[in-house]
């Protein structure tokens, strides 16, 4: 069964630290892309950070550059997001997807991701 997990979501407070984990089974992530996004209560779903095929592309959202790495372990089949400094704002439920195109993340074209994970909350507060 093709699927992506997020997991590493937690409460944590202002200026803490967390790495969100996205597991694939069922097929290899090595060569898609992969798209970090996303949606905090009353919201829509925003773009977050996007990493190329050969990892040599990378994409953050204005609001996390600086603050958020994007990364991936081949041998683990997983990528990760790394948050720093995390602030209230970026409480949402986190989801990770595939980009079987290769540039829909970096064009924002949400509705050409795919294998969408379940997400993972991420609450900043005090």
């Known amino acids: 069964q093709v699927q992506l997990v997020e997991s590493g979501g937690g409460l944590v407070q202002p200026g803490g630290s967390l790495r969100l984990s996205c597991a694939a089974s069922?097929?290899?992530?090595?060569?898609?892309?992969v798209g970090w996004f996303r949606q905090a209560p009353g919201k829509e779903r925003e773009r977050v950070s996007c990493?190329?095929?050969?990892?040599?592309?990378?994409y953050y959202a204005d609001s996390v550059q600086g603050r958020f790495t994007i990364s991936r372990d081949k041998a683990k089949n997983t990528v990760y997001l790394q948050m720093n400094s995390l602030k209230p704002e970026d409480t949402a439920v986190y989801y990770c997807a595939v980009d079987p195109y290769g540039s829909s993340c970096f064009m924002g074209y949400t509705d050409g991701m795919d294998y969408w994970g379940k997400g993972t909350l991420v609450t900043v507060s005090p």
């Open positions: 069922g097929f290899t992530l090595a060569g898609y892309g």
């Open positions: 990493i190329g095929s050969s990892d040599s592309s990378t």
